[in-house]
């Protein structure tokens, strides 16, 4: 296959996304965030614990900063490893003013103050971060994940999950290659 061909067909990959959901709607979203091809920049893992460096210190800071940026959002539980992060996402939609303007491209729709704002922005940041800081031109995988939390059950196992991940690095799927 040609380079254009390629570059074609990787624009119009299937969505991981649910079909007809609304992802600014107020609930709770899991999320992972994965390096580009799973660099450990962030830090390492040592005796089942994160030791950031300055990137990583850098990424927990800016993960806090989403709600001064996001004014409609609460985060819960979050873990910056040292290629990905993991973090719970509150959206409450309630007495929101939206100031952002909708940012459309013929690949990708961007809903102001939904969640893939939400992750875009945090990319964003974090990459700028790196190109003033380090010679690192590109800091994320393209895309993100993100599961729609919908029970309490979920929601503390999701918790769990996250606050165990460094303990258990070495089983972790996204762990350096």
């Known amino acids: 296959m040609d380079a254009v061909s390629n570059t074609l067909n990787i624009h119009h ?15 709770a979203y899991f999320v992972t965030v994965v390096t580009q091809d799973r660099s450990c920049l962030f ?45 719970i996402i509150w959206i409450n939609n309630v007495g929101v003013q939206n100031f952002e ?19 875009r922005g945090f990319k964003i940041g974090v990459t700028k971060w790196f190109k003033t800081n380090t010679r690192i031109p ?17 929601l503390h196992a999701l918790r769990e999950y996250i606050m165990n991940n460094p303990a258990k690095w070495q089983e972790d799927e996204y762990r350096c290659l």
């Open 101 to 119: 303007p909708l940012r459309e491209n013929r690949y990708q729709h961007i809903i102001p103050r939904s969640i893939g704002s939400i992750v």
């Open 13 to 27: 990959r299937r969505s991981i996304r649910l079909q007809m959901y609304d992802y600014a709607q107020a609930g």
């Open 138 to 154: 590109v800091v994320w995988q393209r895309n993100y994940y993100e599961r729609v939390i919908r029970d309490d059950d979920e």
């Open 43 to 87: 830090g390492e893992i040592v005796d089942g614990a994160v030791d950031f460096n300055g990137a990583g210190k850098y990424v927990q800071s800016c993960w806090m900063e989403i709600p001064s940026h996001f004014p409609h959002v609460a985060l819960d539980e979050f873990v910056a490893m040292p290629n990905h992060v993991h973090g």
